[in-house]
């Protein structure tokens, strides 16, 4: 009996060639390949008469051969057979190209089951190149249901069909990690039944039950993790918080904090009183005063005689923040300083001293604050700006110059619950809902390409009133296939045709981290009028003065994504404006754009985003947040999802500790997920 740690390469027709193509697909032993599931199925199990075919869908039928088949040589590399088969229903003529087999096999009288796709019109219709058997052999390529894998170049689905089913013959599948009564309970195959099931389904109710079993195990395998993670931080001990008296603070604010701010610091101070330390998300929309929750957190750190470290994703970030909390910390006797990468070697050498000395109760900071050189006195404090920019492993690092500090997690991306579980499961939340006193909602416009004059008439007049805009292309470079606007390009028109007066300047991905910075604090300075840019900008800098954000063939974005991206205007006292532009007339695409018009509530769009794009799309290029799931589909499978997450909260409860063989083997599948996670999970 083979195991599922050998190689492929005991597999007959696997040699080192084949094995580096699996290779590509991450598959190495007879355990990877196991787990490479079909990502879609054929059912050919249906046998059809031919007069009830439908063009363009493939399907089985059964047909006598009612001629010899006849070859024709076309020209060098081209032969056609053609044969013309029926059944009771009709008549259809086949064809196949360069198919030697099919002329040599296909007998006149005989009958043959048939898989194929009809194509043509009511003047007459054909198959091209089906797949067909004897009926009294066993199914192969008919009447059967075909997974249909994942593939990489070299590699066909009958090698992989083949090499799997040789995997399956030669190894037991993965042990069964699901307790019984979970099983019984939420109607889930076993582990020995489901993976067999999932790649040789008898039928696609059984394909459905091996799916739904290998989805809720992946659920619950990530949720017990969590569980676990969350249990063992409950046991680590760290200094309760003796002085929690904000009024000081409060009072020193320019203006009233909202219920929604004031509950999240409540949520806070019961952290940092508990005498654990303390994790938790702060979760709000764009421009919901995040930051001053960040404050009055390092303010009770400061308090308690604690340092804090504030991690920001670019160093403009961090000026931002070190010149909104400096200002604001000094009249309490609060010591801020900031430290970027681009400060002189004498400057860091300067602010990391007074570091180490206790001489700064507030460290402002983009990545230099990760660095080996940058030892605190008592770090109490740990606060991570738009966590998707950092994983686990960055906050390991800042959480690990101190002794077990707080931490204080921000983002301004509205998630939707279930998600918000899976990406911060190890957190608790407090959700911020409610935008400041004086913030004007944005007004967002959809419109098409002949509304062109009046957009660039509406750019005109903001900058003549004083004010700057954005306009954001989804492309750096043209692509005449996509037909889509590129920022480079355009940045060109504008400032060549269309105003050649106003000051245009253009940023994108592809410019040095240092040349994109500059651009945005110069643009933030008031140096520029309008900034066409990419989606760089989506996390970005604060420009009060912008008042209107343009987006270009708003359809290629993701609702959620073209809501932070709307999140960069509006953030001074003036009324400010999105548009959205679009070529696309797709009923479903003007309808979740035109969801983001009616509404600026993130969190219902983060909702809306989830149910019509998935998770994917969901978090554009930054999926890094999501656990790699092999199986589960986040948008299609939530209620298994909350399913799972109550059971292994209830096992954990139950049976966290157990020497089951179950338990036994869930831990370790929990080990080996979460270190193959490290660094790319948040």
């Keep these: 009996m083979a195991r599922l740690s050998d190689p492929i390469t005991i597999l007959k027709g696997i040699g080192p060639t084949k094995a580096k193509q699996f290779a590509e697909l991450n598959i190495f032993t007879l355990g990877d390949l196991i787990c490479h599931f079909p990502r879609t199925y054929e059912d050919r199990t249906r046998l059809l008469p031919i007069d009830k075919m439908e063009?363009?869908?493939?399907?089985?039928?059964?047909?006598?051969?009612?001629?010899?088949?006849?070859?024709?040589?076309?020209?060098?590399?081209?032969?056609?057979?053609?044969?013309?088969?029926?059944?009771?229903?009709?008549?259809?003529?086949?064809?196949?190209?360069?198919?030697?087999?099919?002329?040599?096999?296909?007998q006149y009288g005989k009958e043959y089951i048939f898989y194929g796709t009809l194509t043509g019109d009511f003047v007459g219709y054909s198959m091209t190149n089906p797949i067909f058997e004897s009926p009294d052999s066993l199914p192969v390529a008919t009447r059967r249901v075909l997974p249909i894998y994942p593939l990489t170049a070299g590699l066909n689905n009958n090698t992989m069909l083949k090499a799997v089913r040789q995997a399956l013959e030669l190894?037991?599948?993965?042990?069964?990690?699901?307790?019984?009564?979970?099983?019984?309970?939420?109607?889930?195959?076993?582990?020995?039944?489901?993976?067999?099931?999932?790649?040789?389904?008898?039928?696609?109710?059984?394909?459905?039950?091996?799916?739904?079993?290998?989805?809720?195990?992946?659920?619950?395998?990530?949720?017990?993790?969590?569980?676990?993670?969350?249990?063992?931080?409950?046991?680590?001990?760290?200094?309760?918080?003796?002085?929690?008296?904000?009024?000081?603070?409060?009072?020193?604010?320019?203006?009233?904090?909202?219920?929604?701010?004031?509950?999240?610091?409540?949520?806070?101070?019961?952290?940092?009183?508990?005498?654990?330390?303390?994790?938790?998300?702060?979760?709000?929309?764009?421009?919901?005063?995040?930051t001053m929750v960040a404050a009055a957190a390092a303010y009770l750190a400061a308090r308690n005689g604690h340092q804090s470290a504030l991690m920001a994703p670019t160093e403009i970030l961090a000026e931002q923040h070190y010149q909104s909390l400096s200002k604001l910390f000094a009249p309490l006797g609060i010591r801020t300083a900031l430290l970027t990468g681009s400060m002189t070697p004498k400057q860091k050498r300067e602010i990391r001293e007074k570091i180490t000395n206790h001489e700064i109760d507030l460290a402002v900071g983009t990545h230099a604050l990760l660095s080996d050189a940058t030892q605190f006195a008592d770090l109490g404090l740990v606060i991570a700006d738009e966590q998707h920019r950092f994983g686990v492993a960055q906050r390991s690092k800042l959480s690990a110059k101190g002794d077990d500090p707080h931490l204080l997690v921000m983002s301004a991306t509205p998630i939707p619950r279930t998600l918000a579980l899976l990406m911060y499961g190890d957190l608790e939340v407090s959700i911020i809902n409610e935008l400041p006193p004086g913030r004007k909602a944005v007004d967002t416009f959809l419109v098409g390409e002949s509304y062109r004059p009046r957009i660039n008439a509406f750019i005109r007049k903001q900058v003549q009133e004083g004010h700057q805009c954005f306009v954001v292309c989804p492309a750096i470079e043209e692509n005449e296939d996509l037909g889509i606007k590129a920022a480079s390009v355009w940045a060109e028109t504008l400032q060549k045709t269309v105003f050649p007066d106003l000051r245009i300047m253009l940023i994108h991905g592809q410019m040095k981290g240092a040349e994109k910075e500059a651009a945005m604090a110069a643009f933030a300075r008031g140096e520029a009028d309008v900034l066409v840019a990419t989606t760089v900008i989506e996390v970005g800098v604060d420009v009060p003065n912008a008042t209107l954000m343009v987006i270009e063939d708003a359809d290629r974005f993701g609702l959620s994504q073209l809501h932070q991206l709307?999140?960069?205007?509006?953030?001074?006292?003036?009324?400010?404006?999105?548009?959205?532009?679009?070529?696309?007339?797709?009923?479903?695409?003007?309808?979740?754009?035109?969801?983001?018009?009616?509404?600026?509530?993130?969190?219902?769009?983060?909702?809306?985003?989830?149910?019509?794009?998935?998770?994917?799309?969901?978090?554009?290029?930054?999926?890094?947040?999501?656990?790699?799931?092999?199986?589960?589909?986040?948008?299609?499978?939530?209620?298994?999802?909350?399913d799972a997450q109550a059971a292994s909260a209830a096992w954990i409860n139950t049976e966290g500790t157990s020497d089951t063989p179950e338990a036994i083997a869930l831990r370790q599948r929990i080990g080996t997920l979460f270190q193959r996670a490290e660094g790319t999970m948040n």
Excluded at 76 to 84: F, H, I, Y
Excluded at 176 to 184: G, W
Excluded at 217 to 225: H, L, M, Q, R
Excluded at 274 to 282: A, D, Q
């Design 55 to 106: 063009v363009d869908v493939p399907a089985c039928f059964r047909a006598m051969v009612m001629n010899t088949p006849r070859t024709a040589h076309i020209r060098k590399g081209l032969d056609l057979t053609r044969v013309q088969v029926a059944d009771h229903s009709a008549r259809l003529t086949l064809t196949f190209f360069n198919n030697k087999y099919a002329a040599e096999q296909l």
């Design 171 to 290: 190894c037991d599948p993965p042990a069964e990690i699901l307790p019984e009564a979970v099983r019984r309970e939420y109607d889930i195959l076993s582990a020995d039944r489901a993976y067999y099931a999932i790649h040789e389904p008898a039928n696609m109710a059984e394909a459905e039950l091996a799916k739904k079993r290998l989805v809720f195990e992946e659920f619950f395998v990530f949720s017990a993790g969590l569980a676990l993670m969350r249990a063992a931080r409950a046991e680590k001990k760290t200094a309760a918080y003796r002085d929690t008296e904000m009024q000081p603070f409060y009072d020193a604010l320019p203006f009233r904090l909202t219920g929604a701010q004031q509950r999240a610091i409540g949520d806070m101070i019961a952290d940092v009183s508990s005498g654990k330390p303390m994790n938790r998300l702060v979760q709000g929309d764009v421009g919901s005063g995040k």
């Design 566 to 642: 709307r999140g960069r205007v509006g953030r001074g006292g003036h009324q400010s404006y999105c548009i959205l532009t679009t070529h696309n007339h797709n009923p479903d695409t003007v309808a979740r754009l035109k969801a983001l018009c009616k509404t600026t509530d993130g969190f219902r769009i983060a909702e809306e985003d989830l149910k019509m794009r998935g998770p994917g799309d969901f978090f554009g290029a930054r999926q890094s947040g999501l656990p790699a799931f092999r199986v589960a589909n986040l948008s299609m499978d939530l209620q298994l999802l909350k």
